[in-house]
């Protein structure tokens, strides 16, 4: 009894390390190859390089479901917005003057730009906010 008590030991032992060592191996390969193929013009972003930035992305993540599926804020002046395919082309612009608003709210005195993104990543729409003339151009 006690040979095959050591002997089942040791196999167990044994599985146990090759699942490690094979969970790690796998996992570390996983990583290395998927870093080089993201996309340089986009990719999951973080939602802001800035803590304030970051907590505006996720507030309008949170606030705009269903409108839409990305948002980022860059040097808490521009804010970037992917919308859903849902959006209908009409209300894009409606969207952007919402946002333009909520955004001026949370960082008050200064230019501000609102970056509409179609589905695909391209740029539709540019709404820039001036504070000296409180009027928002749009592109």
Request: contains cysteine.
């Amino acid at each position: 009894m006690t040979i095959l008590k050591s002997i089942r030991r040791g196999v167990i032992a044994l599985c146990l390390g090759v699942v490690l060592f094979t969970t790690s191996a796998c996992s570390s390969a996983t990583e290395v190859s998927t870093a080089p193929s993201l996309a340089p013009a986009y990719s999951q972003l973080e939602r802001g390089d800035t803590a304030s930035g970051e907590s505006y992305g996720r507030w309008v993540m949170q606030t705009a479901k269903g409108l839409v599926s990305d948002a980022f804020v860059r040097d808490n002046d521009k804010l970037g917005v992917v919308i859903a395919p849902e959006v209908k082309p009409q209300e894009v612009k409606t969207l952007a003057q919402s946002l333009v608003q909520g955004f001026h709210k949370k960082f008050p005195n200064r230019d501000l730009s609102v970056l509409v993104y179609a589905p695909d990543k391209e740029l539709i729409l540019t709404a820039n906010y001036d504070d000296t003339t409180r009027q928002v151009e749009y592109r």
